[in-house]
Each structure stands twice: as structure tokens, then as C-alpha cells.
């Protein structure tokens, strides 16, 4: 329960509350044009008082973070099960609460000393963590728990159910306290709230995360930002077998291997003998060459054909002188004997060079059959530095074949990983339903106080509350019926939803005694529905021992048939949207 809010500011209206109604009127001043909203009144602002004292972020963007208040402190007195404790927090050292030491005492809280100042004060999360102790009936002490674990029940996402704020879109729709509340955290607290078991949906998140670190990964597989690190499983398998057969290769090759220290002489020998040889081939060719050259030249040496010429002088009817005939049978004689002794010469050449081809051959059987016989003796033997090379290219390839096995064994894993999830998915699902229906009478209660409230705003209209087991996780909605203004219809359903869950969280675990709602949840609904809500909620939160407080423009309360005179429920001092009238009594650029 909130019992007050004030500041060292002076010109900062205190406010006090009290069990049951609690209406915040902001009153429109003379001055005050038509078009002038209500806003700087306050109204939203002591909303956002009642977060900051219940341990809200405060960062840049904060009301109390402006220049103008982020000096000054402000306090908060709450009830926490039978303690009044009194807490003040400041723009400044916005990370701080201050408490004194019996509060501290009485409600197990021990302080932190600052090392610049020498004042004790306690952390805002620790004051979260008490907070939610007290309110919601989460551990003292959250820290090796599981409440301590990602995807827990979160004292500010449930108070913030408790307070709604139309500045993060807080009445967009009944299960969502924030437009950016997710769907886990929404699902997790409603689920500990109303007393179904969180835990399942705090697994189906996990796999939700599971999942999309999965996509991420593949993507960035497929995309190459690992290189060769990652791969395929059709990809790999080959590659491993390459690899896996190169080493038994060369295993077995070192197994059979014999160090031979002459190794390296008896090696050169047989290259010795094989470079002789090609050398000897390359001369047997061309001795073979020279042999079919010479044989050719020794059968084209034939003498001149002087019968020729005689019978070309003949044809052209000249007779050649006798003289001259002579003279060419003495030249005949002459050739015949040079022709005679050239192929003698030339047959000479002949069989010296077949005589060297025979040569040739035999030494290059003689080297051959060294050479045999050399690699022969060297089968399976080396040298030291060879079996060194061999045994630590096994070792390379072993290194290569146990990563590609490595990397085969996660390129499985991953693609097996969806089916897998598939199957956690469903499994959960399952759960979340047996889940449902084994606490059905914590859902029947839950409709029925929907059901109770729809009735008794609404003559004419009949809704349900509808809790689903879906495969991601519960889902919560409310549905009121029939035609007319269907934007205030949906604000009633926040109100039919939140009042269901203030009397959850007070049976269940005590509650935070309190319902807050700004006046933005009545913006076009009805004013009859508007008077039934308030006196619902005042008599609903009265009989559990709570406080339901509500802000309100003046010229509504007439409307809802509000008495304004010695009226309990309006709380005082009113605001107004004068200069000073608002709640800090200034007025001041937030930013």
C-alpha cells in the first residue's frame, strides 16, 4: 500500500492516501483555454512519482532527471506486510535509495556505505528485490535461484500492472503493461500472477532464443563469416574420408619403414644410374639417326649420266666431236673409282656406329639392373629426416582428420538441432496443457471475477476471459461483446483485467495493496460505465484491505455523479493546471 509521496521541493504538493477510493482531481483554472489539455496538472506525473519510488529506470529520458528536479529528493512511505518503511530517492543518484536504519532493520535490508559521501544507502535492485519479497512473494534473497535465472517473474514488469503508464502505451491492451513489453515477459508474469505454472513458458523462451541463435548461426554459415571453420554435413564427409585414407596411407608407410644410414649414398647411386641412362638413350637415338643417314648417302652415290648428254646432242642432229667422246670415257673411269671408294667410307661409318648402339644397349642393361637392384634394397627404408617428414605429415593429416570429425560431428548436431527443437516445442506445448488443465480452478476463478466484472459494468454485453495454450506459450485476452464505442470497450477490458489481477496478487501473496489508473483509461467510455467502475473497484479493493487510486479531470466528476462536497475520496490538496497548481508547483522543461 502507498500511504504518501512528498519532497524537500517546496513547492511540491504532498499527497496522502488512504484505503479504498483515492480520486487526484486536476482542476481547470480560469485562465485555461478550451484547447488546454490537463497535463501540466500533475496528473501523470504522480504516477510516475509512484514508479520512481518503486525503483523505476531513471535514465535520460526521466521526469526526475530534469534539471529542475533531478536535485531534489523525493519520499515515498509504502506498507510492506506490517513495516511502514520510508524511502527517498533522487535524480542525481538516481541508482540509490535512501532508508533509515529501523526500516532497514525491520525489513531485512542491509545497507551499502558510499565510499565518496561515507552514507549508507540501498541499491535500487536490492530495493526491487524487497519490493517484490514483500509484494509479490518473491524470494528475500533472489541470488542462487531460480528466480535469479533469465526469463523469471520481474517485480517491475508485475507492479507495472498495478500502475499502469500511458506514457509507454501502457493501455494498448489488457496483457501488456508496455507497447514494448515481449511476449515471454508478459506470458511468464501473468502466468505467476494469476497461479499457473511460469516455468513453462520460461522454457518455451528459452527455445525461442535456441532457435534464432540457430538461424543466426546457419545464416552466418551460409554467408561465410566462420571461413572454413563450419560446413555441411555433405560438404564435410567427403573431405574427412580424403583425408582419413591419406593417413592410413602414410601410416602404413611409416610402419614399414627401415632408417638406413648409407640411405642417402645408395639413394644418389640409382639417380646416378637413371640420369646415365637417359643420357644413353638420348645417344642411342641419335647414333640410329646417323646410321639411317649414312645408309641413305652411301646408296644415292652413283656417278654422272654423261650417256645423257650424248643423246641430248644426238636429238638436237649434232654429232659430238670423237675427241670429246674420249676425253668423257676417261672421266667415267675416274668417277666410277671415287664412287667405289666412298662407300667404303661410308659402310665403315655404318659399323661404327651400329658398333656403338650395341655398346650403348649393353651398358644400359648393366645400369638398369644396378638400378634394380639399388631401389630394390631401398623399399620401405629412408633416412632419418625422411621418416621424420612422414611421421609428421601422419600427424598433420590425423590433426586434419580428427577436425574434419569435429566439424562433421557439429555440422550434425546443427542439422539435427531443428528436428530436435521441433520436438522440445511440442513436448512444452504439451506440458503448457496438461499445465491448463490441472489448475483449472485457478482459471475458473479467474473468468469468474472477468465474467463478475463485465456484469456489473454492462447490463447488455457478456465477455470472457480466454487463457490459450498455444505452441509459443499462453495466451491472454478478454472480449467483451456488442457493438457501440469500441475504443472505450477496450479500456474497460484493462479494467476488468487489472482489477482480476489486483485480487489475484492480494490472495495469492499479499499484493501491493494498490490499483492505480490515470484518467486516460476513461477517455471514451461512457459515463455510467465510468461511476460503476469506481465504485467497483472502491468496493472490490476495499474489502481486501486495499487502496484503488485514480485520477480524474473536475469537470468529469458531476458526469459520473460524483459529489465533490465532503467527499472522502478526493484526495487533497487538488492539482490544477495553473502555474503553480500543478504537482511540483513549477513548471519547467522536462528535457
Excluded at 507495472?160 to 508474469?189: H, L
Excluded at 667405289?340 to 649393353?362: G, K, P, T, W
Excluded at 574434419?404 to 527443437?421: H, I, P, V
Amino acid at each position: 500500500m502507498i500511504l504518501g509521496i512528498h519532497s524537500d521541493l517546496d513547492t511540491f504538493k504532498p499527497l496522502t492516501f488512504h484505503g479504498g477510493l483515492n480520486i487526484l482531481v486536476a482542476d481547470r483554472t480560469e485562465a485555461s483555454t478550451e484547447g488546454q489539455t490537463r497535463n501540466s496538472a500533475g496528473k501523470t506525473s504522480a504516477i510516475e512519482a509512484i514508479h520512481f519510488l518503486t525503483g523505476a529506470d531513471a535514465g535520460k529520458g526521466s521526469l526526475f532527471q530534469s534539471p529542475a528536479l533531478s536535485n531534489y529528493a523525493f519520499y515515498g512511505r509504502f506498507l510492506l506486510g506490517d513495516h511502514e518503511v520510508t524511502v527517498s530517492r533522487k535524480g542525481n543518484t538516481a541508482n540509490q535509495i535512501q532508508i533509515g536504519d529501523e526500516s532497514a532493520r525491520a525489513i531485512g535490508a542491509e545497507l551499502t556505505r558510499d565510499r565518496k559521501t561515507n552514507l549508507c544507502h540501498l541499491p535500487v535492485k536490492r530495493w526491487r528485490e524487497l519490493l517484490g519479497h514483500f509484494w509479490f512473494g518473491l524470494p528475500h534473497d533472489p541470488k542462487g535461484t531460480e528466480f535469479d535465472e533469465p526469463f523469471s517473474p520481474s517485480f517491475r514488469s508485475m507492479v507495472s500492472y498495478f500502475a499502469r503508464r500511458i506514457r509507454g502505451g501502457g493501455f494498448a491492451t489488457p496483457e501488456r503493461q508496455s507497447e514494448k513489453q515481449q511476449p515471454s515477459d508478459w506470458q511468464i508474469n501473468l502466468s505467476y500472477l494469476i497461479g499457473l505454472d511460469w516455468r513453462i513458458p520460461r522454457e518455451i523462451e528459452t527455445l525461442r532464443v535456441n532457435e534464432a541463435s540457430l538461424r543466426d548461426l546457419k545464416k552466418a554459415i551460409k554467408d561465410g563469416a566462420f571461413g572454413k571453420m563450419f560446413g555441411s554435413v555433405a560438404e564435410i564427409r567427403p573431405e574427412l574420408e580424403r583425408v582419413k585414407v591419406r593417413a592410413e596411407r602414410v601410416r602404413r608407410q611409416v610402419g614399414a619403414f627401415e632408417v638406413v644410414e648409407e640411405f642417402r649414398e645408395r639413394a644418389q647411386e640409382a639417380a646416378d644410374a637413371r640420369t646415365r641412362m637417359k643420357a644413353i638413350g638420348h645417344e642411342i637415338v641419335q647414333a640410329r639417326m646417323t646410321v639411317e643417314h649414312l645408309s641413305r648417302v652411301s646408296e644415292d652415290e652413283r656417278p654422272p649420266e654423261y650417256a645423257a648428254l650424248d643423246r641430248i646432242y644426238k636429238a638436237a642432229g649434232v654429232e659430238l666431236p670423237g675427241v670429246v667422246l674420249k676425253r668423257f670415257d676417261a672421266v667415267k673411269a675416274f668417277q666410277l673409282s671415287v664412287v667405289s671408294n666412298r662407300r667404303a667410307h661410308l659402310a665403315e661409318q655404318v659399323a661404327e656406329a651400329e658398333a656403338r648402339i650395341a655398346d650403348l644397349d649393353a651398358e644400359m642393361k648393366v645400369l638398369d639392373a644396378s638400378q634394380a637392384r639399388i631401389m630394390s634394397s631401398l623399399k620401405d627404408k629412408g633416412a632419418l629426416e625422411d621418416f621424420t617428414r612422414m611421421s609428421d605429415e601422419l600427424a598433420v593429416l590425423e590433426m586434419q582428420a580428427e577436425m574434419y570429425g569435429e566439424k562433421l560431428g557439429n555440422a550434425s548436431e546443427l542439422e539435427g538441432k531443428k528436428n530436435e527443437f521441433q520436438i522440445r516445442r511440442l513436448r512444452i506445448h504439451e506440458r503448457l496443457q496438461a499445465d491448463h488443465r490441472e489448475r483449472v480452478d485457478v482459471l475458473t476463478t479467474a473468468m469468474r471475477r472477468i465474467d463478475a466484472t463485465i456484469s456489473d459494468l454492462y447490463d447488455d454485453r457478456r465477455g470472457n476471459l480466454i487463457v490459450e495454450a498455444t505452441p509459443k506459450g499462453p495466451d491472454f485476452r478478454i472480449n467483451i461483446q456488442g457493438d457501440g464505442n469500441r475504443g472505450g470497450i477496450d479500456h474497460m477490458e484493462i479494467f476488468c483485467f487489472d482489477l482480476m489481477l489486483y485480487q489475484a496478487a492480494q490472495e495469492r501473496f499479499g499484493g501491493p495493496g494498490f490499483l492505480v489508473h490515470d484518467s486516460h483509461l476513461y477517455d471514451g467510455v461512457d459515463p455510467r460505465q465510468v461511476r460503476s467502475a469506481l465504485m467497483l473497484a472502491k468496493r472490490v479493493v476495499g474489502d481486501l484491505g486495499g487502496q484503488y487510486i485514480v485520477t480524474m479531470n473536475s469537470e468529469t466528476l458531476p458526469l459520473v455523479g460524483i459529489n465533490e462536497q465532503d467527499n472522502d475520496d478526493i484526495l487533497l490538496p487538488r492539482l490544477s493546471d495553473g502555474e503553480d497548481g500543478g504537482l511540483f508547483g513549477i513548471r519547467f522543461d522536462q528535457g
